[in-house]
């Protein structure tokens, strides 16, 4: 009998009483596909790359979907076919915090070639196979907008990441963001106080745990009271916008976002293992998009 895609990429928890979130990173498995392909410098640098390569991505995964999802139903493929899986997420962490999707698409450029990676989170991960042949059809076929030709692939590989380091943040940290961060619901615009930066994070872990097959036992009430004691100042900021196409709706979206870098103060020691976990897969809104991508710089 089909299962709902939700079903199949959420599994049960194996740990009934549940784990630390410093547990909880040893526990997270991410899989990589990687394609490097040449691509002119000018490209790399657009905010809107990622998006492209995600809508080009999401288009060659929905022809292999099933009838029904193609249709706007539910998936009646068993297991769920990827794209029900991973473009359109179900359900909530809580009331008005949905689901995160469980994947993240990352650019790079490497000297005059551009690295594509996609990472699954969890238990997409059984998606690897079709994800990355899809990738390469998108790729090929090319990215959406006149600036944009299409890529031929040089490389493709496929590895996977069990486990992650707790960088053991204690009192001060440093976050340069790669890609412009994104905060909904902030009266102070995109680069927005470090306890909103930090709430998502923990909201965001949350939802990877249960991708991963895990169960947080945190005390989340505290721990989203304690963000607003820790202090931050963001420095080299710049502001971005620009629009994306959604095909389907056949109209421009807005986009927004902030680059910099955000240095945060307090007792950070809490709040290290979910820093760590966004540092591999992202913060913030619109993550999807390759949004909220950074890098501890410094931290103590």
Not at 194 to 223: Q, T
Request: glycine share 12%; aromatic share 6%; hydrophobic share 40%.
């Amino acid at each position: 009998m089909p299962v709902s895609a939700l079903s199949y990429i959420q599994e049960r928890p194996s740990n009934a009483q549940g784990v630390s979130p410093v547990e909880l990173l040893r526990g997270v498995s991410v899989s990589h596909i990687m394609v490097l392909c040449p691509m002119g410098a000018g490209g790399m640098r657009d905010p809107a790359l990622v998006g492209k390569i995600r809508g080009a991505l999401g288009e060659a995964l929905r022809e292999s979907a099933s009838p029904a999802v193609r249709a706007g139903l539910p998936c009646t493929f068993s297991p769920p076919c990827a794209y029900a899986a991973l473009w359109s997420p179900e359900g909530e962490i809580r009331p008005g915090k949905p689901m995160p999707s469980p994947y993240v698409i990352e650019a790079d450029a490497e000297s005059d070639r551009l690295r594509v990676t996609v990472k699954l989170v969890g238990r997409a991960g059984d998606y690897l196979g079709e994800v990355g042949d899809a990738l390469i059809r998108a790729l090929r076929r090319g990215l959406s907008g006149k600036r944009w030709t299409r890529l031929e692939p040089e490389a493709r590989s496929y590895s996977e990441t069990i486990g992650l380091a707790d960088p053991g943040l204690t009192a001060q940290a440093s976050l340069r963001f790669l890609t412009p961060l994104l905060v909904r619901n902030s009266e102070n615009g995109p680069h927005i106080e470090p306890g909103a930066v930090l709430r998502g994070m923990i909201h965001r872990a949350d939802g990877m745990a249960r991708h991963c097959g895990i169960k947080l036992d945190a005390d989340f009430p505290a721990l989203l009271e304690a963000t607003k004691f820790v202090e931050g100042v963001w420095t080299d900021v710049d502001v971005q916008d620009w629009t994306r196409g959604a095909v389907r709706q056949r109209r421009l979206v807005p986009m927004e976002g902030a680059l910099g870098r955000l240095h945060m103060r307090g007792d950070l020691a809490p709040f290290s293992p979910f820093i760590a976990l966004a540092e591999e897969l992202h913060t913030g809104s619109r993550v999807q998009f390759g949004q909220g991508r950074f890098r501890i710089e410094q931290g103590v």
